[in-house]
């Protein structure tokens, strides 16, 4: 499989970085004003092809994580040495000034594109960056880039590489660029533990309510493993700060309000987007609930979540109206 040429960059943005002293992380490039042209300039990986983190930072796997076109992904979290990232109850780990989350994705062993999410003095900075054919450098791609890409079991995906405004339709709480995904109520205890151990944690919260691992769907309550899967997928948009805090459907691990989860709602702000259907969520008949019916969906205006995917998730559509289909009438 060939990749797409890169996406030139934007005049004037790309800057290179000098390198690190004694070949550790480059501070400098995650604090700086630039954004480094190429993904090694960071010097988060000690062999980029085979994303073998460099000292000091840490690979970590969500209990849930979010589905994008069935990539294989790798995330990994980097906290500069003397400081530490805080426990905030079972919610986002506050990570300080010259932090980074990184994530790659790719299909069948092939990198595509690392996502980076830098935590500057002035808040958090997203950049995506594309992998070359020959798998030996990922280069920033500002704009954003569409290419095919052929998964393990032969299907041809039109996959986007989100350019840098567009990192902001997920990660974006009252308009500020956040992280989504490391909530210590979506990590393991061991995780934490370990992270807490080595210093790189002020402590391991107690999570009274922990999001199931996805691959244990079947052996958890299907209302945990669907609850656990709009909350990585859908609420990063669909909760009060978020882009989606006008439809009134909050769909966070941690609402329990039934109205809030879409049960009996009508719809505020769907438009043609609710197939001409009255509810949000109707208990015992996925059929016709807009939020199932919106998952189903690839239709521009209609297709939930918006961006990341290309085709239906058939596992986490099946767990959702599973769930609604358990749901008391």
């Known amino acids: 499989m060939k990749l797409l040429a890169a996406a030139a960059l934007l005049a004037g943005t790309a800057i290179a970085v000098a390198a690190a002293p004694?070949?550790?992380v480059n501070d400098a490039a995650i604090t700086g004003a630039g954004f480094p042209a190429a993904l090694?300039?960071?010097h988060f990986f000690a062999d980029d092809a085979a994303q073998r983190p460099a000292q000091g930072v840490t690979p970590y796997r969500l209990q849930t994580p979010l589905w994008t076109d069935g990539a294989d992904k790798q995330r990994f979290v980097y906290v500069p040495a003397g400081q530490q990232a805080r426990a905030q109850g079972e919610g986002l780990l506050d990570l300080p000034v010259g932090s980074a989350l990184i994530k790659s994705f790719g299909f069948g062993g092939k990198l595509i594109e690392?996502?980076?999410l830098l935590r500057r003095a002035d808040g958090w900075v997203a950049l995506p960056y594309q992998w070359n054919a020959q798998q030996s450098e990922a280069r920033l791609v500002l704009g954003g880039v569409r290419l095919p890409v052929t998964t393990p079991e032969g299907k041809v995906l039109s996959y986007a590489i989100p350019n840098k405004n567009q990192c902001k339709e997920c990660h974006a709480l009252s308009g500020a660029v956040t992280p989504i995904g490391p909530k210590a109520s979506n990590l393991s205890p061991e995780w934490l533990a370990g992270f807490a151990k080595a210093?790189?944690?002020?402590?391991?919260?107690?999570?009274a309510r922990r999001v199931p691992r996805w691959e244990d769907r079947a052996n958890v309550p299907v209302a945990l493993a669907a609850r656990g899967y709009l909350d990585a997928n859908c609420a990063h948009c669909h909760n009060p700060a978020g882009a989606a805090s006008n439809s009134g459907l909050y769909?966070?691990?941690?609402?329990?309000?039934?109205?809030?989860?879409?049960v009996g709602k009508r719809?505020?702000?769907?438009?043609?987007?609710?197939g001409g259907l009255d509810f949000d969520v109707v208990p015992g008949d996925p059929a016709r609930s807009i939020l199932a019916h919106r998952m189903a969906s690839l239709e521009g205006g209609v297709a939930m979540p918006e961006v990341g995917r290309s085709v239906v998730?058939?596992?986490g559509q099946a767990v959702v109206e599973s769930w609604i289909r358990e749901m008391k009438r």
Do not use: F, I, N
């Not at 210093?199 to 999570?207: C, N, Q, S, T």
């Not at 769909?251 to 879409?262: A, R, Y």
């Not at 719809?267 to 609710?274: H, I, N």
């Open 267 to 274: 719809p505020v702000a769907a438009g043609r987007g609710s």
């Open 40 to 42: 090694s300039e960071y």
């Open 22 to 24: 004694g070949g550790g």
């Open 251 to 262: 769909l966070g691990w941690e609402v329990s309000d039934p109205v809030q989860l879409g």
């Open 114 to 116: 690392t996502r980076v």
């Open 313 to 315: 998730d058939p596992a």
């Open 199 to 207: 210093g790189r944690l002020d402590r391991a919260p107690k999570v």
